[in-house]
Every structure is written in structure tokens, then in C-alpha cells.
């Protein structure tokens, strides 16, 4: 998959929302590493199933951060799950690449 592919698909994961979840964890172990000199985690897991018989899948995704404090350690665990379209070579996307006409019969369009 592309780079350009990849972080798009990021930014589709629970409609944007995984992805500011990502930065955020990395902001706030990044923080806990340096204000404590320990070492943090951020740990990024992806599931896929396929949906019944279709070309779709589930991806549950979860992030656990686990972010050094003075006396110890802070873990926090989040997952959800979007439904992506897999395409040629593998593509995810929230779109199917090719998209059946929502209407049967004439090209022309509809009269105001």
C-alpha cells in the first residue's frame, strides 16, 4: 500500500477520530518520557474480518499508551471498529473504488 494510501486510510479510521486518538498518545507518552526520564509505549493494533461474503472488512483498531509517571505508570486502552472496502492490490478505503449508479434507466438528468 502507498504511504499517501495509508494515511488516508488513518484519517478514514472512526471517521478521523483513531487518528487524532494517535497523536494524542504520542503527545502525552512523549511527555511522561521526557518529564520522567522513563520510557513510554504506544502500542497500535489491527484486526480485519471479512463482512459475510463481501469485498469489506472490519478492522478493529486499538491503541494502549502507556505513559511513565514520577511513581510508576499510566496505561489506558481504547479500540473500535470502522467497516473499509478492500479493492485492487489490496487498497482499503471507506469508498468502494467503483461506484454502482444510484439509479436505473435513463442518463438524463432529473427535471426541476
Not at 463482512?51 to 486499538?62: E, Y
Amino acid at each position: 500500500m502507498k504511504q499517501e494510501k495509508l494515511f488516508d486510510l488513518f484519517g478514514e479510521l472512526d471517521a478521523g477520530v483513531f487518528l487524532n486518538k494517535v497523536a494524542r498518545g504520542l503527545a502525552d507518552v512523549a511527555l511522561g518520557a521526557v518529564t520522567t526520564n522513563k520510557p513510554g509505549k504506544v502500542i497500535l493494533t489491527f484486526d480485519l474480518k471479512q463482512i459475510g461474503t463481501s469485498n469489506q472488512v472490519h478492522i478493529k483498531h486499538a491503541i494502549k499508551m502507556i505513559k511513565p509517571t514520577p511513581n510508576g505508570k499510566v496505561t489506558e486502552e481504547n479500540s473500535t471498529e470502522t467497516p473499509v472496502y478492500v479493492g485492487v492490490g489490496g487498497t482499503l478505503s471507506a469508498l468502494p473504488e467503483k461506484q454502482e449508479p444510484l439509479f436505473k434507466g435513463s442518463d438524463a438528468p432529473a427535471k426541476e
